[in-house]
Nanobody, 121 residues
Framework: QVQLVESGGGLVQPGGSLRLSCAAS????????MGWYRQAPGKQRELVAR???????RFADPVKGRFTISRDNAKNTVYLQMNSLKPEDTAVYYC???????????????WGQGTQVTVSS
């Protein structure tokens, strides 16, 4: 099995910063894309940022210029640096990874348990 463990959420004032981390472990041969999604109360889960194993990244429009995503392939870890946070960034943030567990096997989506980010004064 594969586990994704997130850390780094919390309460921050508007304009502040947080850094989320997500480490994947378990039966892993390779990880293609890793990313972050978020879900605010009453809303659907949405993509925040995603990064491939080669380092190509994409961001949702609301976070462009404020958030950056990076990964350490050796550690199977992805990071989300969130700057200039706004109240509308408040949500549960979920880590996602597209994992190949064995050579030549298919890829599967895995999710973390979520970490709460609250932006409030």
């Amino acid at each position: 099995q594969v586990q994704l463990v997130e850390s780094g959420g919390g309460l921050v004032q508007p304009g502040g910063s947080l850094r989320l981390s997500c480490a994947a472990s378990g039966s892993i041969f390779s990880i293609n894309a890793m990313g972050w999604y978020r879900q605010a109360p009453g809303k659907q889960r949405e993509l925040v940022a995603r990064i491939t194993s080669g380092g190509s990244s994409r961001f949702a429009d609301p976070v462009k210029g404020r958030f950056t995503i990076s990964r350490d392939n050796a550690k199977n870890t992805v990071y989300l640096q969130m700057n200039s946070l706004k109240p509308e960034d408040t949500a549960v943030y979920y880590c996602n990874a597209l994992v190949r567990r064995v050579v030549g096997g298919r890829e599967y989506d895995y999710w973390g348990q979520g970490t709460q980010v609250t932006v409030s004064s």
